[in-house]
């Protein structure tokens, strides 16, 4: 069973609700625990929740914690006392550990008074609003049954003025069928939210969602995917959080929402009274299902934690029906919102009420993102770099076009396009695009947030690789200034750098006077090192990039002289053993699959990492180098497939065919060959559908491997 920390914790300020909403959880679902709770939580509850959670996050040295202020309508409780309860938990928890504060509001009481607090304390704010009016009024009135729509736009408008923007977190959409479902995302998106979340009706066996007007077997799917075809359209320019989700985790990645995948819950829910209770949505099943019988006057949140509720919520696929266990897409699915699994007859012991639904929508979001085609990086190493080079190319200029209004970019923009449109600078150009961390760094910047002196070293070293006369200047964040594929250079201190490159080198004025380098001091400009290789281009000995960081073990500090030569000593005596024994090591299918070697600590051995580019590999420093020689042939087949998927589909996101490539190329770099020919065969038995040509094609490559390696 997974042990994993609260680190979410829901705080009930108030609860009663200024609006009557119809599909509302907490006042018109089974449980009716609210009627007996005090209206708003007290100042004292307050303390004892703020002293409970720090003495928590410190025992558990948890880096951040996310509180949640929540309702009924948390507004209601007024600006005054949301300002002392945002001031205790702020002056408890912030000297043990990052306090992220949150709200959940209907909005429409939102006015100057709550943003004051807001911004005083960095409240995000997260508003519920189900489309445009029509959609919004089918359910969310007020208690005399006017529509609420009107208000919260106004509340909406607030928190999109300038001075109140960073606060606004996104919206919170519940889904029904019966609305229009692009006009829904329509409206939505026209009020430029950060996020949109949209949110199946809270149902359970015993009480099945509507299925509205379609006499379709998964209308819930069938809405979404309509408005994933929108967005798509849209160009993804709002984040959903559903749709990025299940793509995470259709290629491997975490679970982005409690609603889908196998992520265990960190979530605690405090009512007024200091009452300890689970997921909020447990309402929904029956009387008393969220209920724990503790309190914050009585226990601590690692008894919360240990409760047999709370732990049942953490065990991944061992909390999953068997109906669950055997389904394709339990990894993006989890199995659906714990809540929904409810029925009277097996209690939770049963696959979400959307089960159905929720298998067409992962399966459709995988349909819809799958390419195909024939990509011409599997058919050999040369067409393989090519493709991670245009990988890398395109997350450049996406970084760039987030940069736009950042000062001096365009400038080292034009420096990258002048040497992309010249054929020697591009030569310079694409091995610094080759780089396997440069991968690491922009991926980094495109999930945000923007690195924005790397840009500008990336350009800088682009420059130098080229001897192109260029000068750019930026804000260096960092005492050290790491030229991706060539050094770093030791400033001062960090601040305004300048850069003038020449054909006779380069130059850096620090505000201090300037730095010319290879003048330099050894104390000032570290470069690279280098392995010559005989027969191929020499290895480079990254030991410096600040993105090297990507492996499962930790990698050393910038390695002094004498280790420096001891470490280049051992990997070229690896080389040579690599020569001896597998001549065409850097030919063939695995050339280019070993360009940058990256220094571990003593004991990691050899290591493939993540979230870098073709070429990168791990090794320990104390490593020998026939234990190299020996892990090459599985970290190169590895690498190369981790490079494929960088550029290519090779089968349905989520499905059973990709597991099986992993397997395969994990048993033939083993050489069990025996077992790689089961693999390989339950591959070729599985659905045509679920490789692209592209997987056909590797797989045919495997087989073809298999069969040389046999012989």
């Given amino acids: 069973m997974t042990d994993s920390s609260i680190q979410q914790v829901v705080l009930k300020v108030h609860s009663r609700c200024?609006?009557?909403?119809?599909?509302?959880?907490?006042?018109?679902?089974?449980?009716?625990?609210?009627?007996?709770?005090?209206?708003?939580?007290?100042q004292e509850t307050v303390e004892r929740v703020a002293r409970r959670l720090a003495d928590y996050a410190h025992s558990r040295s948890l880096d951040s914690v996310s509180v949640i202020l929540h309702g009924g309508e948390p507004l209601l409780v007024g600006p005054s006392h949301l300002r002392s309860i945002c001031a205790e938990?702020?002056?408890?928890?912030?000297?043990?550990?990052?306090?992220?504060?949150?709200?959940?509001?209907?909005?429409?009481?939102?006015?100057?008074?709550?943003?004051?607090?807001?911004?005083?304390?960095?409240?995000?704010?997260?508003?519920?609003?189900?489309?445009?009016?029509?959609?919004?009024?089918?359910?969310?009135?007020?208690?005399?049954?006017?529509?609420?729509?009107?208000?919260?736009l106004r509340a909406i408008a607030l928190l999109r003025a300038p001075e109140n923007r960073h606060l606004f977190s996104g919206l919170l959409c519940t889904v029904d069928v019966a609305n229009d479902p692009v006009a829904v995302h329509d409206a939505l998106t026209?009020?430029?939210?950060?996020?949109?979340?949209?949110?199946?009706?809270?149902s359970t066996w015993e009480h099945p969602p509507p299925s509205g007007p379609s006499q379709s077997p998964t209308p819930y799917a069938d809405w979404l995917l309509k408005i994933f075809d929108r967005w798509e359209q849209q160009g993804r320019k709002i984040p959903v959080r559903t749709f990025d989700s299940v793509l995470s985790t259709l290629r491997g990645g975490p679970s982005l929402t409690e609603a889908m995948?196998?992520?265990?819950?960190?979530?605690?829910?405090?009512?007024?009274?200091?009452?300890?209770?689970?997921?909020?949505s447990l309402k929904t099943a029956y009387a008393g299902a969220p209920a724990t019988g503790y309190d914050v006057h009585r226990h601590t949140f690692e008894e919360f934690a240990d409760h047999p509720g709370v732990r049942a919520r953490q065990s991944g696929i061992l909390g999953v029906s068997e109906t669950c266990r055997r389904c394709p897409v339990l990894e993006s699915c989890g199995g659906g919102l714990y809540a929904h699994r409810y029925s009277p007859e097996r209690g939770f012991d049963n696959p979400s009420v959307f089960c159905a639904d929720l298998r067409a929508l992962i399966e459709g979001i995988g349909e819809r993102v799958t390419e195909r085609g024939l990509a011409a990086a599997v058919l050999g190493p040369e067409q393989l770099r090519f493709a991670q080079v245009e990988l890398s190319r395109l997350l450049l200029a996406r970084v760039h076009a987030d940069l736009l209004d950042t000062p001096g970019v365009e400038q080292a923009w034009n420096v990258l396009v002048r040497l992309d449109n010249d054929p020697a600078g591009q030569t310079h150009l694409n091995t610094l695009l080759a780089h396997p961390y440069l991968l690491t760094s922009l991926l980094g910047s495109v999930r945000g947030p923007a690195d924005v002196p790397r840009f500008f070293a990336v350009a800088a070293a682009a420059a130098i690789r080229a001897g192109a006369e260029v000068s750019l200047a930026w804000e260096q964040h960092e005492q050290q200034l790491h030229l991706p594929t060539l050094g770093t250079l030791s400033l001062p201190k960090p601040g305004w750098v300048e850069v003038e490159v020449g054909a006779e080198g380069f130059r850096v004025s620090d505000g201090m006077g300037r730095v010319s380098v290879p003048a330099a001091g050894p104390t000032e400009w570290r470069p690279l090192a280098t392995v010559a290789v005989e027969n191929g281009p020499a290895l480079l000995i990254d030991d410096a990039d600040p993105c090297r960081q990507c492996f499962p073990e930790d990698t050393t500090p910038p390695l002094e002289p004498v280790d420096l030569a001891l470490f280049r000593k051992r990997l070229l005596r690896a080389t040579e053993l690599l020569d001896e024994r597998f001549p065409a090591w850097r030919?063939?299918?695995?050339?280019?699959?070993?360009?940058?070697?990256?220094p571990l600590v003593p004991g990691a051995g050899v290591q493939h990492g993540l979230d870098h580019g073709l070429g990168a590999l791990g090794v320990a420093v104390d490593v020998e180098p026939e234990e190299l020689?020996?892990?090459?042939?599985?970290?190169?087949?590895?690498?190369?497939?981790?490079?494929?998927?960088?550029?290519?589909?090779?089968?349905?996101?989520?499905?059973?065919?990709?597991?099986?490539?992993?397997?395969?190329?994990?048993?033939?770099?083993?050489?069990?060959?025996?077992?790689?020919?089961?693999?390989?065969?339950?591959?070729t038995l599985r659905p045509e559908h679920e490789l692209t040509a592209t997987g056909a094609v590797l797989a045919a490559q495997m087989w073809n491997e298999w069969a040389q390696g046999r012989g």
């Fill in 261 to 280: 995948g196998l992520a265990p819950s960190d979530l605690a829910v405090i009512e007024t009274d200091g009452t300890f209770e689970q997921a909020d």
């Fill in 18 to 42: 200024d609006l009557a909403c119809d599909h509302c959880y907490v006042y018109e679902h089974a449980d009716q625990s609210w009627q007996a709770r005090p209206v708003r939580i007290s």
């Fill in 587 to 598: 030919e063939g299918a695995y050339a280019d699959t070993v360009t940058t070697v990256t």
């Fill in 629 to 683: 020689v020996l892990a090459l042939p599985g970290i190169a087949r590895r690498a190369r497939l981790t490079a494929l998927r960088q550029t290519a589909d090779l089968n349905t996101p989520g499905s059973p065919a990709g597991r099986l490539l992993d397997r395969i190329s994990e048993l033939l770099g083993a050489g069990d060959h025996e077992a790689a020919a089961r693999a390989l065969t339950a591959l």
């Fill in 89 to 152: 938990l702020t002056r408890t928890l912030s000297p043990v550990t990052t306090l992220d504060l949150r709200i959940h509001t209907n909005g429409v009481t939102l006015n100057a008074a709550h943003l004051e607090v807001f911004r005083e304390f960095d409240v995000k704010v997260s508003v519920s609003l189900d489309g445009d009016q029509a959609a919004n009024d089918r359910h969310r009135l007020d208690r005399r049954g006017r529509s609420s729509h009107d208000r919260v």
């Fill in 190 to 202: 026209a009020l430029e939210p950060p996020r949109i979340d949209y949110l199946l009706p809270h």
